[in-house]
């Protein structure tokens, strides 16, 4: 794996800008936190508050100094403003795998597009760039749209695990998806391109 996490990486396209996450952008996210609290429904991370925010940009920033996680801010450029947040995490370096998730927009910025352009930049940048053999996926079994999101954008259902993770609305049952190199390479890159 050839993942420098202390390197700054910009990810981009002519619809995205991802670009790693500081505690500086708390700027660009609070009104989220302070206007959208739905947004975290279903995430292991409560991000809703300024105590909350600040948890989550320290926690992001420790993760990374550790090596374990790549946060990253999404900027929008069709309407030229930022519009949350998505990470690498449990970056498994001995096995070559790492996950794609904490991945939350405003509600502006749902169902337009904009998280398939990440996703498409992301997954590139995993398998071609930093040589990854495998992407997994995560969430809340019971989060149908981000299901849906992840089934569409070309990822396979391994299975539930029951009960495996404790989140502020008590523990929960968590869906694991993956895409791998060879079938990024063989149909989910071309059918993610034509969905850009």
Known sequence: MNFD?????VLENERALLRPLQTEDRKHLLRFSLNEPELWNYSLTAVNGEKNLDDY???AQSKRE???SYPFIV???KTNAYAGSTRYYD?????NTLQLGYTWYGKDFQRTGLNQNCKYLLLKFAFETIGVERVEFRA???NDRSITSMKNLGCTVEGILRSNCYSPAGRRNSIVLSILKNEWYD???QNLLQKL
């Open 187 to 189: 149909s989910v890159k």
């Open 91 to 95: 970056i498994q370096r001995l096995h």
């Open 140 to 142: 809340d079994a019971r």
């Open 57 to 59: 940009l320290a926690l």
């Open 5 to 9: 996490t202390t390197k700054n990486h």
């Open 75 to 77: 900027f929008d450029k």
């Open 66 to 68: 550790q090596g374990d």
